[in-house]
């Protein structure tokens, strides 16, 4: 007998709000803090140092919502761009405030952590670097060492806003023992198409079938498009090959630009669909 996996996640088998979405522009009421609501901690900005990127310096942060309680195993979500999702209009810290004492979503623990000034290279390539750094050094040092979260992979989540979208993406298909959710926004899938040619949608196709589920955001008109292709249209691609393998996805397409509007303010409907009525074994 296989031992227990602590904090399993166990979650209502729905399809509801999966599939593609159109939107319009709304406010999300999770972007202000709600009455009663204990916001969560915020650590300092912290400096990791990585052997893998070779003395590569990291900024990063890490959020616990209000109903964490060590010793109890909570969801664990990573951050790409980690100082864009707590200032940059996603209200990331408040969402989740709101999420988490409302009972939508089970306890969190989240890592901020930003790319310092070498985004590009950190983020595009497909390889499995990002993840190396990751799950072999940063979390087992700053999170792992100091927090109980779920070892179920289905609670880990990496998420990421253009690069460091392809780049979370990345994290999930290399580290598929540790990481099986993934919230894109604009996520630049194409990004990975100038190193040997690699084409997500065409990897999801040609791989045995990966435990995932994937929400993922683009902007209808105002997306990026460039030599490698029009984002939205990549973001599909990749939706129709998650769908043909038969894993759960969603695809919200809505107003305003890159990584913009739309991404912005369905994030707390992305939360809910990926993890409302989930509980976590103690």
């Known amino acids: 007998m296989e031992p227990a996996v602590f904090g399993k996640l166990t979650c209502p088998v729905t399809d509801v709000g999966n599939g593609v979405h159109m939107t319009t522009a709304m406010k999300p009421s999770e972007w202000e803090l709600g009455t009663g609501v204990i916001p969560g901690t915020l650590t300092s900005q912290a400096v990791f140092t990585s052997q893998t990127y070779d003395g590569y310096d990291f900024p990063y942060r890490i959020y616990t919502s209000a109903n964490y309680q060590d ?8 951050f790409g761009d980690g100082g864009m999702y707590l200032n940059g209009g996603y209200q990331s810290a ?5 999420l988490t004492a409302e009972g939508a979503i089970p306890p969190v623990v989240a890592l901020f952590v930003d790319p310092g000034n070498d985004r590009v290279n950190v983020y595009d390539p497909p390889t ?5 750094f990751l799950t072999g050094e940063l979390i087992p040092q700053v999170v792992l060492a100091e927090y109980s979260v779920s070892r179920d992979p289905n609670a880990w989540a990496t998420v990421g806003y253009s690069a460091s979208g392809e780049a979370g ?4 298909w290399h ?3 540790q990481f099986h959710v993934f919230f894109g ?3 630049s899938f194409g990004a990975s198409i100038r190193y040997d040619g690699w084409v997500w949608a065409d990897k999801l196709a040609q791989a ?8 993922l955001a683009v902007a209808a008109m105002g997306d990026l498009t460039d030599d490698r292709g029009s984002w939205r249209t990549i973001n599909e691609n990749v939706a129709k090959a998650l769908e043909a393998q038969g894993n759960p996805y969603r695809l919200v397409i809505g107003p305003g630009d890159h990584g913009g509007q739309a991404s912005k303010e369905d994030f707390p409907t992305a939360l809910r669909w990926m993890w409302s009525g989930c509980t976590l074994a103690p």
């Open 71 to 78: 010793g109890k195993p909570a969801l664990f979500l990573v």
């Open 94 to 98: 408040t969402v989740l405030d709101n």
């Open 128 to 132: 499995d670097k990002y993840a190396t």
């Open 169 to 172: 993406f990345a994290v999930v």
């Open 175 to 177: 580290r598929p023992e």
């Open 185 to 187: 926004h604009s996520a």
């Open 208 to 215: 045995p079938k990966r435990e995932l589920r994937v929400s």
